[in-house]
C-alpha cells in the first residue's frame, strides 16, 4: 500500500497496534456472526469504525475503513480496493498516518486514521 501511495505522492502509512486490534476484532466478528458491513448489529466490539476503533485503544479523530469479502489473498483485496473509487479514495487519504488490518478467513478489515 505504501508503494501505490508513494506513486500518487504520498507519505507512508505506519501500522498502529491499537487500529490492527480492531480491525482484527471486527474481522472476527463478522465471520463469527455472519454480517459483512461497517456497521455491526449489537455487540461487545460497538457498532460503529469509531467505537470499535476506541475499544481497541485508539482515540480517533478522523478515519476511513475499508472492508472486502472473497478474495483469497491480500494482493487480490488490495486490487479489489484500488479499483473502486470509494476504497482507493480512503486508501489515499492525505491525513492518513497510521492502518490497522485484520483478517478472519476471507473477510478482510483495513482501518486508517491520521492519528490514535
Known amino acids: 500500500m505504501n ?9 507512508p502509512l505506519r501500522a498502529n497496534p491499537a487500529l490492527t486490534r480492531a480491525a482484527q476484532a471486527h474481522a472476527e466478528d463478522m465471520a463469527r ?3 459483512f458491513s461497517h456497521n ?3 455487540g461487545p466490539n460497538g457498532r460503529t469504525f469509531v467505537q470499535r476503533a476506541r475499544a481497541g485503544g485508539c482515540a480517533l479523530r478522523s478515519g476511513s475503513e475499508n472492508i472486502a ?3 483469497r ?3 487480490h483485496v488490495f486490487i479489489a480496493w484500488q479499483n473502486s473509487r470509494g476504497h482507493r479514495r480512503n486508501m489515499l487519504g492525505r491525513s ?3 492502518y490497522g488490518l485484520g483478517r478472519s478467513g476471507n473477510i478482510w478489515v483495513l482501518k486508517l ?3 490514535c
Do not use: D, I
Open 3 to 11: 508503494a501505490f501511495r508513494a506513486r500518487q505522492g504520498l507519505g
Open 33 to 35: 456472526r455472519g454480517y
Open 40 to 42: 455491526a448489529p449489537r
Open 69 to 71: 469479502s472473497g478474495q
Open 73 to 75: 489473498s491480500a494482493a
Open 96 to 98: 492518513y498516518t497510521q
Open 113 to 115: 486514521a491520521a492519528s
